[in-house]
T-cell receptor
Framework: EDQVTQSPEALRLQEGESSSLNCSYT??????LFWYRQDPGKGPEFLFT???AGEEKEKERLKATLTKKESFLHITAPKPEDSATYLC??????????????FGRGTSLIVHP | GAVVSQHPSRVICKSGTSVKIECRSL??????MFWYRQFPKQSLMLMAT?????????EQGVEKDKFLINHASLTLSTLTVTSAHPEDSSFYIC???????????????FGPGTRLLVL
């Protein structure tokens, strides 16, 4: 069974304190790995798509990387407005032609000023 | 960017009643829409895939007779929770897709969600 595990479950940082969030996966036939940001009471907001091991994407203070077993979301010098839940999802190839992704439970990030 | 709206944003109902949630793509046509359910501190769980003009495809374990989905136009999908019970209380989110479901990530636009509380 395909699994996506995110760690830590919750993370508290001081403003400016860089850190990384982890998304490990056990799937066969990875088609893509996605990172989303979700604010309380809102729908997820797309951040990145990674397709192959070694790929990296950056956006402002965020950088996503991918290996064959996990992905990291690095947050450099975070600000309080980066506080949110970060979701990881993996999409696999299926014989039935389905492309539905499996989501992790997310990491709740709080950045204190 | 593309905008997806949901209505209502929050609903409280009595056990046994039915509740309809609307998902609209405001500035694009979505051939495929998806419905999810999210319990507190749990992952987003896909409930069903809705294609315009055809029957929805439900994920394993989701009761199709309880969660009725209608995708009558390229900009509107509705989820009706029939005979709602307290265990149906959750955060329901839709997403609209511009790639026909073949891709994900940047082609998926999520709605703001609907908080359902069944008393």
């Amino acid at each position: 069974e395909d699994q996506v595990t995110q760690s830590p479950e919750a993370l508290r940082l001081q403003e400016g304190e860089s850190s990384s969030l982890n998304c490990s996966y056990t799937v066969s036939g990875l088609r893509g790995l996605f990172w989303y940001r979700q604010d309380p009471g809102k729908g997820p907001e797309f951040l990145f798509t990674l397709y192959s091991a070694g790929e990296e994407k950056e956006k402002e203070r965020l950088k996503a990387t991918l290996t064959k077993k996990e992905s990291f979301l690095h947050i450099t010098a975070p600000k309080p407005e980066d506080s949110a839940t970060y979701l990881c999802a993996v999409q696999v190839y299926t014989s039935g032609g389905s492309y539905i992704p499996t989501f992790g439970r997310g990491t709740s990030l709080i950045v204190h000023p | 960017g593309a905008v997806v709206s949901q209505h209502p944003s929050r609903v409280i109902c009595k056990s046994g009643t039915s509740v309809k949630i609307e998902c609209r793509s405001l500035d694009f046509q979505a051939t495929t829409m998806f419905w999810y359910r999210q319990f507190p501190k749990q992952s987003l769980m896909l409930m069903a895939t809705s294609n315009e003009g055809s029957k929805a495809t439900y994920e394993q374990g989701v009761e199709k007779d309880k969660f009725l989905i209608n995708h009558a136009s390229l900009t509107l999908s509705t989820l009706t929770v029939t005979s709602a019970h307290p265990e149906d209380s959750s955060f329901y989110i839709c997403s609209a897709d511009t790639s026909g479901g073949a891709f994900w990530g940047e082609t998926q636009y999520f709605g703001p969600g609907t908080r359902l509380l069944v008393l």
